[in-house]
């Protein structure tokens, strides 16, 4: 079942045009129970909608490179010898069967189905009698990760069975779901699902997506009951409290332990809840979660979160494990899923940024191999290896998703969201057939031309969505200016009776933006060209490294660049219509060559967003820009260059240890003169240095791979103990001036933990670490 060949960009996009007219339309499965809330607009079958510019090259290439050539018998390894190689190693399959089947739906390969139906079945026979379909053994079932693997396996068949009409796996489903029931809940004798797994029980309680769309598609009342359980289980002491902490406090840092792919997973189970039952409660908080992530904690490219976790206001740091896949997929279902529900176009901007960013430039330019973590800048990590890899099967899913979402209808007619070359085979609420072809090079440009295929004797509205980046739009009907009008919903609508052959011109203002960076980005500027983040990256300048000081931006006024498209040279053309921008300081003399982020680093070249212009700012923590690193993972995901004494960075995993540190590397070397280091946290338990046998000392690196030298020690810390922390509560700031600057390449705070009350272990803590140039 494996091609024999790897489709090249040119055979992907000869394939997407292909499956235009490859496949019959699908119906898919009804719901018993239908929603309480209508959609605004329809989530399309995928064999609706066929792109074949830009993104539907990407989307064939999805289906032809990664999908349908990865090996199943790795996926289903874990279940058919337990344990896996992980603990999550049995999340990947039901990913899997959901992109897979979403992909075979728009293209209708009949290899891809061919390995669908295999894999499913094969999956079904590795379940256990009383209903366990996970990767456990016996003795440590219902831990870590093992709910969270069986609502991949629901997700994956149920979407398997509404496609492709195959009920067989349902009664597997059910015994999955009876067992579930079964197991958790707040009755005697049943377990609390929230100490099941981790991230205060998001991961567990994230099953709720699944049971809910369980529910709708066999009526089973029980079914509904879990899910009003897990909503309770939510808001018990040691619950994440999502609901009521999303409704009061309105921010997703304080949510739960602020773990963004968990709580994503679990807010897009709530949407299809609210969807369902209709209670107002939900929807707001989940509306407040967005309008958070949007104007607080989202980076330009679509994505949120670093170190997996949530962070205060406007932190922003762009390496540290900065762009995890599995988030940047799950930020996509949760704008689907607002789309859907409320028609507004709002969530079509944040989908166009994400997918034509951070999505693409995620999964590699031939579509083989995704990245775990995409940061905004440093080198892109491919891989095709699932091994310790969760997001290489989430990338997949948003990729296949796009298709449900681009273009669709709603109660007045059409809705065109995301512009891509391809057609749309659309009906209309009433029934009535309606055809798009879309012609357009966009985003290189904004000329975008559809013409309307229809026998319809009536009018209807087609909504264009005009970008929330573009000043100025023109649109046209067969050549003719025409009147328009934006709705409450944020759409430009065409209101008329179409014809038969019809031509929209659309004509998007598509240009070079210049955004000055602010907080942990002070003193750099990024360039945009329409919908697109542009980036410096190292092969299409001919460099080896961003890094190199011609990168920085000369002169101290962004107002003097000239950023001028060129055609992209054939050793780094990625897609047609490929564009390359030449920035120039005076319009004359280049300073450097952009791509778009979603190319950037294609050949594992660096890569760099934010770019440097004018001179440093004095007095600014050089750490700002390292990727941090303590001796233990801890239990706290604060972070220690977040210009934050409030969140704190510890190392408490219930161990002794005879040393922690605190470090942060650097890119690229930096001159340093003075060091800060901050106190994080006390607890009854420890959380501060035990300075009886010496005070914690600072230590550097000289170069990235070079040993760790003693540089200081910190002379002004408290004399400790492994039991008293000596006045010690937390955000005490101690400073070490040095006699004369050093060169760095990494540095760190190390020293013995302390214990507290409980001498059977011990751990520090840090709320910030920072170093500067200047002596005050």
């Known amino acids: 079942m494996k091609r024999p060949i790897l489709f ?22 009804p719901d018993k129970i239908m929603p309480v809330i209508v959609d605004r607009q329809d989530s399309q079958v995928p064999d609706r909608v066929h792109l074949t510019g830009w993104v539907g090259t990407r989307m064939a290439l999805n289906e032809s490179n990664r999908l349908a050539r990865l090996d199943v018998d790795r996926l289903l390894e874990g279940y058919r010898h337990r344990p896996g190689r992980q603990t999550w190693d049995g999340e990947h399959v039901g990913k899997w069967l959901h992109a897979a089947t979403l992909a075979w739906v728009n293209t209708g390969d009949p290899l891809l189905r061919q390995k669908l139906d295999f894999v499913a079945a094969e999956l079904v026979k590795c379940q256990l009698p009383d209903g366990y379909l996970g990767t456990y053994l016996e003795k440590d079932r219902w831990t870590d990760w093992d709910v969270w693997a069986h609502k991949y396996n629901l997700i994956g068949l149920t979407t398997y069975m509404r496609y492709t009409g195959n009920l067989a796996p349902m009664p597997a489903c ?59 289980s939510w808001e018990q002491p040691d619950g994440p409290k999502i609901i009521s902490t999303l409704l009061t406090t309105k921010r997703v840092d304080q949510v739960g332990d602020a773990k963004a792919y968990e709580m994503l997973s679990c807010l897009n189970g709530a949407l299809e809840y609210y969807r369902t039952v209709g209670d107002p409660k939900i929807f707001q908080a989940c509306l407040n979660a967005w309008k958070d992530i949007v104007d607080n904690r989202l980076y330009p490219t679509g994505t949120a979160s670093y170190r997996e976790h949530f962070h205060g206001d406007f932190d922003f740091p762009n390496i540290n494990d900065v762009g995890e896949t599995c988030v940047t997929v799950t930020w996509l279902q949760c704008n689907a899923q607002l789309l859907r529900l409320t028609g507004e176009k709002r969530f079509a901007d944040q989908l166009e940024k994400t997918v034509l960013n951070q999505l693409m430039g995620a999964q590699s330019c031939d579509g083989t191999q995704w990245g775990y973590y995409v940061q905004m800048e440093g080198t892109k990590p491919y891989t095709n290896n699932l091994d310790g890899n969760c997001c290489l099967s989430s990338g997949p899913r948003g990729v296949a998703l796009v298709a449900t979402f681009a273009l669709t209808t709603d109660a007045d007619g059409v809705v065109v969201n995301l512009y891509d070359a391809g057609t749309a085979q659309l009906n209309l609420r009433d029934g009535t057939a309606v055809a798009l072809a879309t012609q357009t090079q966009y985003p290189d440009n904004g000329d975008i031309e559809v013409t309307v295929t229809t026998a319809a004797q009536k009018p209807f509205a087609i909504k264009l969505r005009i970008p929330g980046w573009c000043e100025k739009a023109g649109v046209q009907v067969n050549g003719k200016d025409v009147k328009t009008k934006t709705g409450a919903d944020g759409y430009l609508a065409v209101q008329r009776r179409w014809r038969d052959q019809d031509k929209i011109q659309l004509h998007l203002k598509v240009g070079p933006r210049i955004v000055v960076g602010d907080h942990k980005n002070e003193g750099k ?15 299409a300048s001919g460099k080896q490294t961003v890094a190199a000081p011609d990168f920085s931006i000369p002169g101290a006024d962004p107002k003097q660049l000239r950023i001028t498209p060129e055609t992209m040279p054939d050793k780094v053309d990625y897609w047609p219509g490929a564009k390359i921008f030449d920035v120039a300081d005076d319009g004359t003399n280049l300073a450097m060559r952009l791509v778009p982020f979603a190319d950037a680093g294609a050949t594992r070249a660096d890569y760099q967003i934010w770019l440097p212009f004018g001179p440093s700012r004095a007095g600014r923590n050089i750490l700002l820009d390292g990727v941090e690193a303590r001796s233990r993972r801890g239990s706290v995901g604060g972070s220690i260059i977040d210009d934050n004494l409030q969140s704190a960075a510890v190392t408490f995993n219930g161990k002794a240890a005879k040393q922690d540190w605190f470090a942060v590397s650097l890119r690229r070397p930096a001159v340093i003169s003075r060091i800060v280091f901050a106190h994080g946290r006390t607890f009854h338990d420890g959380g501060w240095f035990d300075a009886s046998a010496g005070k914690p000392r600072v230590q550097i690196k000289s170069t990235k791979d070079g040993p760790w030298q003693d540089l200081c020690e910190i002379k002004d810390y408290p004399a400790t103990t492994a039991t008293d922390p000596a006045g010690l509560t937390g955000g005490e700031c101690f400073t070490c001036q040095l006699e004369k600057p050093v060169e760095i390449a990494a540095i760190r705070v190390i020293g013995k933990p302390a214990c507290g009350d409980n001498p059977q272990q011990a751990f520090a803590s840090c709320a910030e670490l920072e170093a500067f140039n200047t002596t005050r």
């Open 174 to 232: 059910r015994r999955m779901a009876d067992l579930l029931c079964r197991s958790f809940g707040d009755q005697p004798g049943q377990r609390d699902i929230i100490t099941t797994g981790f991230h205060t029980g998001m991961a567990s309680t994230s099953v709720l997506e699944p049971m809910v769309l369980l529910y709708r598609m066999t009526g089973e009342p029980r079914y509904l009951d879990f899910c009003k359980y897990i909503l309770r």
């Open 525 to 539: 500027l990024a360039v945009f060209y329409g919908p697109l983040v542009l980036a410096a990256d190292a092969a």
């Open 8 to 29: 090249s960009i040119a055979n992907a996009l000869a394939f997407a045009v292909f499956a235009q007219g490859a496949s019959a339309a699908i119906s898919p499965l």
